[in-house]
């Protein structure tokens, strides 16, 4: 183990450039906020993530986003076990019937101000699931959202990418007012 | 030793099922089956309900030695049929699934509560008469506990960090868990009722999307089943593609893994470094195939996509990195006394219950029970190459990281011989038939995943996906006994089910 430290020292680290803030997504947030809001949180926040219902694929690639290469915790972002504690809901999944009452409850649990982001295509609009008789179709028709990150699943950097656009919006660095 | 199909009595064969044996069969035989079942002459391989111009109960079972598979179906008239969980417990959750999602009653069944059904659809039987929900529902009860000093912990479904929905109802005693029963169905999407008339090219991606972190295996089995339903064979080449995809997913999901256990035992240096590992498989995987987790790459017929010129190579480096960074990790695993003490009689699960479930995969493996489908039945291309199945006994946590981290070094030599003696040649085929019915199995990173078509004109008539989690999330609650509250997340993570694949 002593080895594997030390070369931790010595080796250069894994951990890559950072993706700029998708322009999409700050078009997006730049319709939602609060100036006083954004203020009071300095550059870090704290993310919930919420499974509603999803394949697991896009939990998987939140969870790379822990990893060496995408180094979340160095933009000031971190994951919390309990909503009580988050400023952000990651949600993912179509929102299943069985996941509705539990995302609301999770959504009221979260102190203001707080974002909802979500992940995914099929918290988008429910996908490829869309029109099953056990799914909603999608977050926005369960909590307000501010931020929806496309794909099946995106990409750690392209979740990447909305997590900072909605950081730099957040703590007044973008130049939209 | 009598063959699987001597187990069955009588039964009128179904000739367009493929490849293994379909029979039509009285409620008689249907009951002598279970009996058999019961008596361990059978594993219980898959247990679903299915309706046509009458609803029907499949009942999937394997010798779990010579690898035959057999399927006995029960037409239900009269909306019932003979209880299988009344003699054998792995099956009571299957069958009250079927209750909930088709409503046929087993006849004796132990346990009339709903599963998957968790009353918040707005129907109810919704793969049966899919009628209006009753405006009230009994409230969901949970086992009974009786003893002093006892309190009751709930959990989830939203629970833990990044991870799927479940409900956990812990009864403790202090710290030390008395019962862990479980809730499922939080990710129910209604899978099986949308791929019901579907093209075969939606529902291969609505199969993908079963369990994520499976798809391949998932691809690889509704793959299997189709092409058996309409008997045409997958050119050698892309037969070759899809298992260094399979070999590749079982990689990266036992990296993960390893990385994640450790994790749960706050020993986070090696979930850094197995996290490498596992980033490493995701961008050869996406260089060589297009998707990081090479989602709707395997199709019914072949592949989406062939390997580019540099593939072979590239796989080749990722190998290497593999090869010398993670002996160093199995050390650092084995010689860490504080994380071995967590570890090690942690969990376990006993060797006559993984035996009596049929449990799948590393569960199985590490409890002594000597299964993998990729050798029985065993499938091509592994039928033409030099592997083991590594099987422990201990059937702690302990035992199921030491069986993922023989079943890396094989899937390591695995994907070098693919690599080395991959033929050329067409990636995919198309039938010429449009009706049949068929079966896949197929060896996904946590067990044997099970897939039954019907198909008709093209369409999918009924397809059911069988998750290996089936089999392992009871165990999980035989696990847990007598291990203490903060033991939990070591232990779930160590058998790491599937929700989404579980709850469909």
């Known amino acids: ?177 | 030793m009598p063959a699987l199909i001597d187990i069955i009595p009588q039964g009128e064969r179904v000739d367009a099922h493929r490849p293994w044996p379909r029979l039509v069969v009285t409620p008689a035989v249907w009951r002598a089956v279970v009996s058999e079942v019961a008596a361990g002459r059978a594993t219980l391989l898959g247990l679903w309900g299915d309706a046509d111009a009458v609803r029907w109960v499949h009942m999937a079972i394997i010798d779990d030695g010579a690898g035959d598979i057999a399927v006995v179906s029960l037409a239900c008239p009269d909306g019932m049929f003979p209880s299988v969980g009344a003699l054998h417990p792995p099956a009571i959750r299957l069958e009250r699934a079927i209750r909930s999602l088709y409503g046929l009653e087993p006849i004796g069944g132990p346990d009339a509560r709903p599963w998957l059904d968790l009353g918040f659809w707005e129907v109810q039987h919704p793969l049966g008469a899919r009628t209006p929900a009753p405006a009230a529902r009994p409230a969901y009860s949970f086992l009974p506990v009786e003893g002093e000093s006892l309190h009751q912990i709930p959990v989830g479904p939203v629970h833990a960090g990044i991870i799927e929905p479940g409900h956990f109802r812990f009864t403790a005693g202090g710290e030390t868990v008395v019962r862990l029963e479980q809730r499922l169905g939080y990710a129910h999407k209604g899978i099986e009722s949308l791929m019901a008339g579907a093209s075969i090219e939606r529902a291969a991606r609505l199969a993908a999307r079963t369990s994520g972190d499976s798809t391949v295996a998932y691809g690889i089995a509704f793959a299997h089943a189709v092409e058996a339903a309409l008997s045409f064979e997958v050119p050698p080449r892309a037969r070759y593609l899809r298992a260094l995809m399979a070999e590749l997913e079982r990689l990266a999901n036992h990296f993960g893994d390893i990385g994640a256990i450790c994790n749960d035992a706050s020993f986070s240096i090696m979930h850094a470094h197995c996290g490498i590992l596992r980033e490493l498989v995701l961008r050869a995987a996406e260089v060589c195939f297009g998707h990081r987790l090479m989602m709707d790459r395997v199709i019914p017929g072949g592949v989406a996509a062939d390997l580019p010129a540099d593939g072979a190579a590239l796989i080749r480096s990722c190998l290497m990195n593999v090869r010398q960074r993670f002996p160093r990790l199995v050390e650092l695993y084995d010689n860490t006394a504080s994380l071995q003490d967590r570890t090690v009689a942690t969990g376990i699960v006993r060797a006559d219950l993984a035996r009596q479930f049929g449990a799948p995969g590393y569960v199985g493996r590490a409890s002594g029970r000597n299964f993998d489908a990729r050798k029985t039945p065993g499938y091509a291309p592994y039928d033409e190459l030099d592997f083991a199945v590594p099987v422990l006994t201990a059937g702690d946590v302990n035992a199921r990281v030491w069986v993922r981290i023989r079943e890396v070094e094989q899937s390591l030599t695995l994907i070098e011989q693919l690599i080395e003696r991959m033929p050329t040649g067409p990636i995919a085929t198309a039938p010429d038939a449009v009706t049949g019915e068929g079966l896949g199995f197929v060896e996904g990173f946590r067990g044997d995943v099970l897939v039954a078509v019907r198909l008709d004109g093209g369409r999918v008539l009924r397809c059911h996906l069988r998750d290996p989690s089936w089999f392992q999330w009871p165990l999980l609650e035989a696990a847990i006994e007598g291990n203490i509250v903060a033991d939990f997340p070591l232990c779930n993570k160590s058998f790491n089910c599937s929700y989404s694949g579980h709850d469909l």
Request: charge should be neutral; include cysteine; glycine fraction near 8%.
């Open chain 1, 1 to 177: 183990m002593r080895r594997t430290l030390f070369e931790g020292l010595t080796h250069r680290p894994l951990t890559e450039a950072p993706p700029r803030a998708d322009d999409e997504a700050l078009g997006e947030l730049a319709r939602q906020f609060d100036r006083a809001a954004r203020r009071r949180l300095g550059r870090s926040l704290s993310i919930r993530e919420v499974d509603a219902g999803s394949c697991n694929g896009c939990e998987l690639e939140i969870h790379a986003l822990n990893n060496a290469f995408y180094d979340l915790e160095r933009f000031g972002l971190r994951f919390v076990a309990s909503p009580r504690h988050a400023d952000v809901l990651l949600v993912t999944g179509p929102v299943t019937k069985n996941m509705r009452e539990a995302l609301e409850r999770t959504y009221h649990a979260t102190p203001d101000p707080k974002w909802v982001v979500a992940v995914g295509d099929c918290a988008f609009d429910g996908g490829i699931f869309s029109g099953s008789y056990a799914v909603t179709g999608g977050v926005s028709k369960v909590v307000p959202v501010d931020l929806h990150i496309r794909g099946c699943p995106p990409s750690p950097n392209e979740i990447l990418k909305g997590l900072i656009a909605l950081l730099e919006h957040v703590s007044e660095k973008t130049a939209v007012s």
